[in-house]
């Protein structure tokens, strides 16, 4: 049974950092991209970033980029998020996912969410 498990949020200050976790057991991602994405109260879950788990390539939506960084160690299947001078408009319900793309439709293993909320 293949299981995402994210980890690692929790409140901090604007212009904070927090570092998101996401491990797979079960099986490994190699021809999947492992995603995050965030959904605030009252709104749509929006794409935050992705990197290709074969190769590295990471891409980001522009309200992240510059800010947040996904990384993976292939050894230890497990996949970061590292967010810097976050926002009060980070705060969210932040997951990881296994697909590839920008749409949550294209993501068909999901975490079970860890919340990052950010204080102003």
């Known amino acids: 049974q293949v299981q995402l498990v994210d980890s690692g949020g929790g409140l901090v200050q604007a212009g904070g950092s927090l570092r998101l976790s996401c491990t797979s057991s079960?099986?490994?991602?190699?021809?999947?991209?492992m995603g995050w994405f965030r959904q605030a109260p009252g709104k749509e879950r929006e794409f935050v970033g992705e990197?290709?788990?074969?190769?590295?390539?990471?891409y980001y939506a522009d309200s992240v980029k510059g800010r947040f960084t996904i990384s993976r160690d292939t050894i230890k299947n497990t996949a970061y998020l590292q967010m810097n001078s976050l926002k009060p408009e980070d705060t969210a319900v932040y997951y990881c996912a296994a697909g590839r793309g920008t749409s949550a439709r294209a993501y068909y293993y999901w975490g079970q969410g860890t919340q990052v909320t950010v204080s102003s």
């Open positions: 990197i290709v788990w074969s190769g590295g390539n990471t």
């Open positions: 079960g099986r490994t991602f190699s021809s999947y991209a």
